[in-house]
Nanobody
């Protein structure tokens, strides 16, 4: 059974930075494309960044130039480096497989951007 554990969230002021981490257990991690998703209050969960098994990345327009996704297949970890954070980035952040056939969601990590 695959388990995903996200960490690294917190409260920061606008313009601040955070690095989120996601640890995956119970799977052959390296073969899957992975994504970071977020869900803001009252909104649907959306994918904001993805990375293929080979390391090619894709980001939605709203975070391009501010967020960077990376992975360490040996450690079964996915990271999201976030900088120039804005209040609109406030959400619970989750990692999971990119696209269809996602695993069970982890608990997520809360990111709050506020003065």
């Amino acid at each position: 059974q695959v388990q995903l554990v996200e960490s690294g969230g917190g409260m920061v002021q606008p313009g601040g930075s955070l690095r989120l981490s996601c640890a995956a257990t119970g799977t052959v991690f390296s073969v899957y494309a992975m994504g970071w998703y977020r869900q803001a209050p009252g909104k649907q969960r959306e994918m904001v960044a993805s990375i293929t098994s080979g390391g090619a990345t894709s980001l939605v327009a709203s975070v391009k130039g501010r967020f960077t996704i990376s992975r360490d297949n040996a450690k079964k970890m996915v990271y999201l480096q976030m900088s120039s954070l804005e209040p609109g980035d406030t959400a619970i952040y989750y990692c999971n497989r990119a696209g269809d056939n996602r695993w069970a969601w982890g608990q997520g990590t809360q990111v709050t951007v506020s003065v």
